[in-house]
């Protein structure tokens, strides 16, 4: 399934299909090959559920929607895809086959564990179960919220859909918008509840609500301790294990109604996903998609550090794959202000890079016209996967190792070239002492990390000074600047906000974007990895770099400089210049806009 809603009265008051019918067009709109409704009582709630599904993987075709056990006792809407269907299966007694739904597993593992039974459930979810014999409603969100779930909630009411935008048609909730939520976006601080949409919040991901007579209550059922790390003894134990983890979570994913690419730059989190899959599929063809400025396009320096075409890495990758089809797009600005309100009519929030949205559309449209159905990537690889561990010499000091600690340091001296006064100042201090170095930044009349972030955000002043921007940006917070673990959290919870905007891709272009990197398992994995695994003998991201040194050509391990997204972005602008002045126009003769943004 790809989209769900669904109302609960818990004050009694009987739901009939009719009142969702709003919500059923709108989601209806993400879900497009079958949809369906549900509506009835649990315990002393009435209830009406509807799903809308888009055929995704083969077991999709057998879905029913929304689906029920065989005695009645459960109803599900869900938007699923369940990653680990062979452990299930054998737990469970389920025969694991292309006929077997994903919501046989779920409603299975439902009846076997209860509300318990997320904690069991590796995948992408959002779901609704109605629970005829407790009694009430349970909703639930996987760990790291890759499909979206939102809520409303008023006396008597609460209601629930894929987006913010299908709940608008749910009778009480309205259309106001949250001026709140736009300045939040405004300032770069996504990681919060608000939607766009007054009265209406995100479901966290891994979070869980039941919700009976007495009201809904909600519970995190994943709740991973940033802290906790297993030693493995050795960086070679350390790799082999984040090897195996993304191994096994492209090989769940590969399941799809069509064929399957991957969209890839020259980087180590998207090229690991691409060559682990076309591994597992040779000698079947396995496509990628690059984007790549203009031939014409001339870089405006030489020698700068970052790299503003990465074909010859891909190339190089697709040397050493023989089963990869390595395909180039390149995007222009062409109708860059009428992407938008398609997207917004289906449920998406704004996009954070307007120019990046230009490429990632023109590659999903090539994808789409070469019969590709699913579109592998490594978007959030550098959360956990293949994050740098710049806490690694703290950890060291902290674990009593301080010869590996002073090794380590010259190490990185030497690679680095920098002095011995560096390594103190950049990569032990902040971290051992963070309010002495922050006393010394305010000393030296250095602006917080804060001031410098808001002062980059069109926002009042005024308006930015009342967010509350060190509870979604931890690493801002220069008290807390060693808490880089639970920043990274922040970073899901950040993803988590934008997953209807994904869902909104998905239907406009056709094709599907799955990311393994935010699988949890290789999540996990990689949080229980100790810093120094991660940078070792002055090479950060050490981990993945060994991982996936016979996967990757030389070129891709070894390389430290970063890609550009759209490096011409300056001259696409300029192309539709008399375009965007005239969007700021509006926007300086919008009420709303004009109290928001310092035109």
């Known amino acids: 399934m790809s989209a769900i809603c669904g109302v609960v009265g818990v004050d009694g008051r009987r739901w009939v299909p009719h009142d969702l019918e709003g919500a059923r067009r709108a989601i209806a709109l993400l879900g497009f090959d079958r949809a369906g409704v549900w509506s009835g009582t649990a315990g002393r ?35 699923l895809r369940i990653d680990n269907r062979d452990e299930l299966a054998a737990t469970l007694g389920l025969a694991d086959a292309p006929t077997v739904p994903d919501s046989s597993f779920v409603l299975a593992a439902y009846a076997r564990w209860g509300r318990d039974m997320v904690d069991r459930l590796v995948g992408e979810f959002a779901l609704a179960i109605v629970d005829g014999v407790r009694g009430g409603v349970f909703l639930a969100r996987d760990a790291v ?35 709140t939520r736009a300045a939040e976006v405004l300032a770069l601080a996504y990681a919060s509840e608000r939607t766009f949409v007054d009265g209406v919040r995100w479901i966290p991901g891994g979070a869980a609500i039941w919700i009976d007579d007495s009201g809904p209550r909600r519970w995190s059922w994943w709740k991973p ?22 191994e096994r979570a492209v090989a769940a994913q590969l399941r799809s109604a069509g064929p399957v690419g991957a969209m890839v ?65 390149h995007a222009d600005a062409t109708g860059l202000l009428d992407l938008h309100d398609p997207l917004w009519e289906l449920g998406a929030g704004p996009a954070r890079n307007s120019g990046n949205l230009l490429w990632i559309l023109a590659i999903r449209a090539q994808a789409k016209t070469d019969g590709i159905a699913t579109l592998m990537t ?46 103190a100042r950049a990569h032990v201090l902040p971290y051992l002492m963070p309010r002495i170095s922050s006393r010394i930044r305010r000393l030296r009349r250095r602006p917080s990390r804060l001031d410098e972030w808001l002062r980059a955000s069109p926002l009042r002043r005024e ?93 891709i391990v070894r390389r430290t400089k970063r890609g550009v997204q759209l ?33």
Not at 157 to 163: D, G, I, L, P, W
Not at 226 to 238: F, I, N, R, T, V
Not at 515 to 541: F, S
Not at 585 to 590: K, L, R, S
């Open 45 to 79: 709630c009435g209830v009406s559920i509807a799903a809308a599904l888009r055929v995704a993987t083969p077991e999709d075709r057998q879905e029913r929607v929304p689906a029920e056990l065989a005695d009645r006792s459960l109803v599900l809407a869900g938007d």
């Open 145 to 179: 919220g890759a499909r979206p779930l939102c809520m409303h909630e008023r006396r008597g009411v609460v209601a629930f859909a894929s987006t913010a935008l299908a709940l608008t048609e749910v009778e009480g909730v309205g259309h106001g918008l949250d001026t």
């Open 225 to 246: 301790d940033p802290y906790e790390q297993e030693d493995l003894g050795s960086p070679a134990a350390h790799e082999q294990v984040l090897r195996d983890a993304l």
């Open 265 to 329: 730059s020259g980087g180590l989190d998207s090229t690991s996903v691409a060559a682990t899959a076309a591994d597992l599929l040779a000698p079947m063809r396995f496509r990628t998609y690059t984007s790549t400025p203009s031939s014409k396009w001339r870089a405006p320096r030489q020698g700068q550090e970052d790299v503003t075409d990465e074909s010859p890495l891909v190339q190089a990758l697709a040397e050493m794959h023989p089963n990869i089809d390595a395909t180039f797009v």
């Open 378 to 423: 490594g978007d959030s690889g550098n959360l956990f996967f293949s994050a740098e561990g710049p806490l690694w010499l703290v950890d060291l000091l902290r674990a009593g190792r301080f010869a590996s600690a002073f090794a380590e340091a010259q190490a990185w001296r030497r690679a680095r070239g920098i002095g011995w006064p560096g390594i």
């Open 463 to 555: 308006i930015a000074s009342n967010l509350d921007v060190l509870k979604m940006h931890s690493f801002l917070d220069e008290s807390r600047i060693g808490d880089r673990r639970a920043h990274l959290l922040d970073g899901l919870r950040y993803s988590a906000t934008q997953t209807e905007s994904a869902a909104a891709l998905t239907a406009l272009s056709g094709v599907e974007t799955r990311d393994p990197t935010v699988d949890r398992r290789v999540i996990e994995v990689a949080m229980r990895q100790p810093e120094w695994a991660r940078r070792h003998r002055g090479v950060d991201r050490a981990a993945v770099r060994g991982a996936m040194a016979d996967r990757l050509p030389a070129a």
């Open 567 to 599: 490096p011409e972005w300056f001259d696409l602008m300029t192309a539709i210049r008399s375009d965007l002045a005239g969007e700021l126009d509006a926007v300086e003769q919008h009420p709303t806009s004009r109290d928001l943004i310092d035109v």
